[in-house]
Nanobody, 128 residues
Framework: QVQLVESGGGSVQAGGSLKLSCVVSGFTWNSDYVMGWFRQAPGKEREGVAGINGDGTTTYAESVKGRFTVSKDNAKNALYLQMDSLKPEDTATYYC?????????????????????WGKGTLVTISS
């Protein structure tokens, strides 16, 4: 059974930083997979934040480019999201997700629609 567990959320002031982690278990790793970070703010639709293929190719939402960095540690079965220069509009529950097979070709806006497995989320609150 594939499980994804996020951690690292919290409350920080605008301009601060947080690093989210997502540990994956039960998945048979090969080079054909894509992982991503997604977020959903209260009253808003879920949106893609960042994605990374098994080959290391990345993509980002325009709203976070230059501020967020997605990375993975294959040895630890972990996905990370380094978030810098945080803004109040970054406040949301952040989810990580995994797809068997590549998928960045669909674009960050539609990446959530093809993911196979999801974590339960971690809350990020940014105060002004």
């Amino acid at each position: 059974q594939v499980q994804l567990v996020e951690s690292g959320g919290g409350s920080v002031q605008a301009g601060g930083s947080l690093k989210l982690s997502c540990v994956v278990s039960g998945f048979t790793w090969n080079s054909d997979y894509v992982m991503g970070w997604f977020r959903q703010a209260p009253g808003k639709e879920r949106e893609g934040v960042a994605g990374i293929n098994g080959d290391g190719t990345t993509t980002y939402a325009e709203s976070v480019k230059g501020r967020f960095t997605v990375s993975k540690d294959n040895a630890k079965n972990a996905l990370y999201l380094q978030m810098d220069s945080l803004k109040p509009e970054d406040t949301a529950t952040y989810y990580c997700a995994l797809r068997e097979g590549l998928g960045l070709w669909v674009g960050i806006e539609k990446l959530a629609t093809i993911m196979d497995y999801w974590g339960k989320g971690t809350l990020v609150t940014i105060s002004s």
